[in-house]
């Protein structure tokens, strides 16, 4: 069983399109991030929710939305996509928002924009 | 605001021989250092917490408090070793992962 699961892990799609990429996780945690990573590697910080609460919002464009139907769930939906929006995104995991026990990472979602 | 460095970008050792990848921090509160790997093409895995003091695939990391630095070391790398290593702090506060710029490791045969 996968403890946190991203789809789809690969999306290529148009400029101007609008996507979604769905992360559960089945390890009872609390708290579930998105974080980006660009074209250096660098991994940044987009979203954090904890009990389904928006926590942290990282000067993210309002084009990305993300949704925490519940706390196994966190959802981000990308309205009107732009060629710099092309990166992997990661969803993680934590017991609670400390994250003092560490996160888990789902495999990632490699986004192309063309 | 919360801040972590690692100077090399790329670190290429030999099979058998010490490995250090740096990791420099600033943080005005008492912060929670870690590791994580990203082996090619899978997922990043938490490799090592300071608070835990643990030794794990032969890296240990001590947190030096005076020079802000959490390196990673292992005696003898091992060519299984070759990946991105990424240093990561969370404030004591929690609620957010601030990571490195990662170093990609290389060990050659």
């Known amino acids: 069983d996968t403890a946190v699961s991203q789809t789809p892990k690969y999306l290529v799609t148009q400029m101007g399109n609008d996507k979604s990429i769905k992360c559960e996780q089945n390890l009872g945690h609390d708290t579930m991030y998105w974080y980006k990573q660009d074209s250096k590697k660098f991994l940044k910080i987009m979203f954090s929710y904890n009990n389904k609460e928006l926590i942290i919002n990282e000067t993210v464009p309002n084009r990305f939305s993300p949704k925490s139907p519940d706390k196994a769930h966190l959802n981000l939906h990308i309205n009107s996509l732009e060629l710099g929006d092309s990166a992997v995104y990661f969803c993680?995991?934590?017991?609670?928002?400390?994250?003092?026990?560490?996160?888990?990472f789902g495999s990632g979602t490699r986004l192309t924009v063309v | 605001a919360q801040r972590v460095t690692q100077p090399e970008k790329l670190l290429s050792v030999f099979k058998g021989a010490p490995v250090e990848l740096k990791c420099n921090y600033s943080?005005?509160?008492?912060?929670?250092l870690f590791w994580y790997v990203q082996y090619s093409r899978q997922r990043l895995q938490l490799l090592l917490r300071?608070?835990s003091r643990e030794s794990i695939k032969g890296f240990t990391a001590d947190l030096n408090k005076g020079e802000t630095s959490f390196h990673l070391k292992k005696p003898f790398a091992q060519e299984e070793d070759s990946a991105m290593y990424y240093c990561a702090l969370s404030a004591a506060s929690g609620s957010r992962l601030t990571f490195g710029e990662g170093t990609q490791l290389t060990v050659n045969p």
């Open positions: 300071h608070i």
């Open positions: 943080y005005s509160g008492s912060p929670e």
């Open positions: 993680a995991s934590s017991q609670d928002l400390s994250g003092d026990y560490g996160y888990t």
